[in-house]
Nanobody
Framework: VQLVESGGGSVQAGGSLRLSCAAS????????MAWLRKAPGKEREGVAA????????YYAHSVRGRCTTSQHNPKNTLYLQMNSLKPADTAVYYC???????????????????WGQGTQVTVSS
């Protein structure tokens, strides 16, 4: 599975961004797709995840109510709509895919097999 993110950039606090992740390869074996982020000096953090088969979503507490993840038919593109952005949201955002099996921890970075190259999101105050 190959994943390519786009849509990052710089915005002021309160602004919005939409990230996209184009998936290719053996996508039929994908169970979950997710967005995770890595800020300087911090551990990787799961932001949002989506269960491919029924579209069920999971969100980190820090972004719940401000971010929405969705997939575009034929389910090869994943989006992350981020609103009311805060400086604390500044990070490199990665798209990731979990293949072959389900998980009870869809926001854990270690649960994902494939990763994109990441896209920088910078939020200024």
């Amino acid at each position: 599975v190959q994943l390519v993110e786009s849509g990052g950039g710089s915005v002021q606090a309160g602004g919005s961004l939409r990230l996209s992740c184009a998936a290719s390869g053996y996508t039929s074996t994908t169970y979950y797709m997710a967005w995770l982020r890595k800020a300087p000096g911090k551990e990787r953090e799961g932001v949002a995840a989506l269960y491919i088969f029924d579209g069920g979503t999971y969100y980190a507490h820090s972004v719940r109510g401000r971010c929405t993840t969705s997939q575009h038919n034929p389910k090869n593109t994943l989006y992350l709509q981020m609103n009311s952005l805060k400086p604390a949201d500044t990070a490199v955002y990665y798209c990731a895919a979990r293949v072959w099996s389900a998980t009870v921890r869809p926001l854990w970075a270690n649960e994902y097999n494939y990763w994109g190259q990441g896209t920088q999101v910078t939020v200024s105050s």
